[in-house]
């Protein structure tokens, strides 16, 4: 499986960005897709995740802010940003999860600052 991200950039605080993420390869009906976010200094954490059959799962910290959506027949994941921090600067990888194996796209890097 291989997974290519796009979306990111540099936002004012209190801007939205949207994330996207595509899988190709060999998908099986059956995956959960999410982003995960790693800043400077700190260790990788998720931010959100969503099954193929409708399932969420936020990071605290995102949640009322962000939101995770999906678009199953492209194999694409959405990330939709609102409401920006400068907390959130980091670089956001996306994640897709099938059978147990784990798969990373390249990150993007998100920046919020004025």
């Known amino acids: 499986v291989q997974l290519q991200a796009s979306g990111g950039g540099l936002v004012q605080p209190g801007g939205s960005l949207r994330l996207s993420c595509v899988a190709s390869?060999?998908?099986?009906?059956?995956?959960?897709m999410g982003w995960y976010r790693q800043a400077p200094g700190n260790q990788r954490e998720l931010v959100a995740t969503?099954?193929?059959?409708?399932?969420?799962n936020y990071a605290d910290s995102v949640k009322g802010r962000f939101t995770i959506s999906r678009d199953n027949a492209k194999s694409t994941a959405y990330l939709q940003m609102n409401s920006l921090k400068p907390e959130d600067t980091a670089v956001y990888y996306c994640?897709?999860?099938?059978?147990?194996?784990?798969?990373w796209g390249q990150g993007t890097l998100v920046t919020v600052s004025s």
């Open positions: 390869g060999n998908i099986f009906s059956f995956n959960v």
């Open positions: 969503r099954t193929s059959i409708g399932y969420t």
């Open positions: 994640n897709y999860l099938q059978s147990g194996v784990n798969y």
